[in-house]
C-alpha cells in the first residue's frame, strides 16, 4: 500500500514539474478589440449606414407620434360633444394608435440591432483574423481581449495593438 501511495506522489509531482515547464512556455498576448474597432476605417462607413438607417426609422417614429398626439388633441376637444358611439370609437382607435407606435418600437429596436450586426459582422471578422494571423506569426498560445478583463500585467503579457495595427494598415 505504501508503494503505491509513493507511485502515485512521486507520479503527481512529476506530472507537476511537466505542466509547470510547458506553462512556463507559453506566450499570452493581449489587446483591446474595441479599441481597434474605434480605429479601423471601415467602422466609420459602417456607422454612415447605421445612422441614416437610424434617422429613417425615427422619422417614421416622429409622424406616427404626431398623428397620435393630433388624434388625441382632436378627441380631447370634442370628447364632450361626441354621442357615447363616437366618444367610444375614437378612443378605441386612439388606443390602437398607441398600441401601434409601442409596436413599432419593439420592432424598430430588433432592426436597428440586426442591422447592426449585420454591419460589424464583417468588420468584426477582419478583425479576428488579423489577431489570429498575428498570433500564429509570433507563436502566441493565447490572445485574451483585454477590454473585458479588470487586470493585465503587462510584464505577462505583450499588448497586441501595435501589431495587429501593422497587420490591418491603420496608423
Known amino acids: 500500500m505504501k508503494k503505491i501511495h509513493v507511485t502515485l506522489v512521486a507520479g503527481a509531482m512529476f506530472l507537476?514539474?511537466?505542466g509547470a515547464t510547458s506553462f512556463a512556455q507559453q506566450k499570452i498576448?493581449?489587446?483591446n478589440t474595441q479599441d481597434v474597432l474605434q480605429l479601423m476605417p471601415e467602422r466609420d462607413?459602417?456607422?454612415k449606414v447605421f445612422d441614416k438607417f437610424n434617422e429613417e426609422i425615427n422619422k417614421n417614429f416622429e409622424s406616427m407620434k404626431v398623428a397620435y398626439n393630433n388624434a388625441l388633441d382632436a378627441f380631447t376637444k370634442q370628447k364632450d360633444s361626441l354621442s357615447p358611439f363616437l366618444r367610444d370609437t375614437k378612443q378605441q382607435e386612439i388606443i390602437d394608435m398607441q398600441?401601434?407606435?409601442e409596436n413599432f418600437?419593439?420592432?424598430a429596436q430588433q432592426e436597428l440591432?440586426?442591422?447592426q450586426d449585420d454591419l460589424m459582422a464583417p468588420i468584426v471578422e477582419k478583425l479576428k483574423k488579423a489577431i489570429k494571423a498575428v498570433a500564429e506569426e509570433h507563436k502566441f498560445t493565447y490572445v485574451l481581449d483585454s477590454g473585458s478583463l479588470l487586470?493585465?500585467?503587462d510584464d505577462e503579457s505583450l499588448n497586441l495593438l501595435p501589431l495587429v495595427k501593422a497587420k490591418?494598415?491603420?496608423?
Do not use: M, N, T
Not at 490591418?168 to 496608423?171: E, P, Q, S
Open 16 to 18: 507537476f514539474a511537466c
Open 29 to 31: 498576448g493581449h489587446i
Open 45 to 47: 462607413s459602417a456607422a
Open 99 to 101: 398600441g401601434k407606435i
Open 105 to 107: 418600437k419593439v420592432a
Open 113 to 115: 440591432q440586426k442591422k
Open 151 to 153: 487586470f493585465v500585467p
Open 168 to 171: 490591418l494598415g491603420i496608423k
